[in-house]
């Protein structure tokens, strides 16, 4: 079986993701035997706050986004993520409802591992336990510093702080991250993600190409990120 081509398989495929790297491959082939893989368009919803949780969804190809709706329909995104990521990891250890919705940025190719799986795994595996432990208390962490960003700092301080993440993480880039999403990410909008990015492209700090911000100053753009 294979998630994206026949260079790649399903086994291979979860020895790359973080919690299964250390598993031998005996048991990976366990795990891949019980996994489900499937397609989505961008644009389409994957699952919605509430829903029943279908288990652990791990990205082969393809953009995610994790939001929020308020109650007058604006959008708050929670995470973007790429190849490699997994999500709604909380309700599949804990098999209660999705805490979130999730939609497909792009063409889309994830693989699903359900709750009892992913339970019993963790049951036979103490060091998987631990590494699944310190991922989520990792992001635990870079939850509470997405607060401290949206409290604490301005919009352009926020858009140099996520300039400077996307340089290092490829899932923050590529197909479906547009001005829409960073700004519902950074708990803005469209025009004023733009106006920031004109006042850093003046600056001299970054240089937009088409749909490439290419960083020029990266001194300048921690002082503006104020890191």
């Known amino acids: 079986m294979t998630v994206l081509d026949s260079s790649i398989s399903l086994v291979d495929f979860l020895r790359r993701h973080h919690y299964f790297k250390h598993l031998p491959t005996d048991r ?6 019980r996994a489900l893989c499937q ?3 961008a644009g389409e919803i994957i699952f919605l706050e509430g829903s029943p949780s279908v288990g652990l969804w791990i990205i082969g190809e393809g953009r995610v986004k994790i939001f929020k709706l308020s109650s007058s329909g604006s959008e ?4 973007l993520l790429g190849p490699g990521d997994s999500f709604n990891d909380i309700a599949a250890l804990d098999g209660g409802p999705a805490p979130a919705n999730a939609a497909a940025l792009s063409d889309l190719t994830v693989c699903v591992l359900s709750h009892e ?9 103490p060091l998987l336990a631990t590494t699944i432990i310190q ?6 962490r870079t939850l509470v510093q997405q607060i401290e960003d949206l409290a604490l700092y301005p919009v352009t301080t926020r858009l140099a702080r996520f300039l400077l993440s996307q340089a290092e993480n490829p899932a923050l880039s590529g197909p479906g991250i547009t001005r829409a ?3 519902a990410h950074l708990a803005t909008q469209p025009e004023t993600i733009s106006r920031a990015l004109g006042s850093l492209e003046k600056a001299g700090i970054i240089r937009l190409d088409r749909h490439r911000i ?3 100053r990266e001194d300048l753009l921690r002082m503006t990120a104020m890191l």
């Open 135 to 140: 991922v989520l208390a990792r992001r635990s």
């Open 76 to 79: 708050h995104i929670l995470h």
């Open 39 to 41: 397609t989505f368009s």
């Open 117 to 125: 799986t992913l339970i019993e795994a963790i049951q036979h595996d």
């Open 181 to 183: 999403a960073i700004a």
């Open 28 to 33: 990976l082939e366990q795990l891949a035997d």
């Open 214 to 216: 290419i960083i020029i």
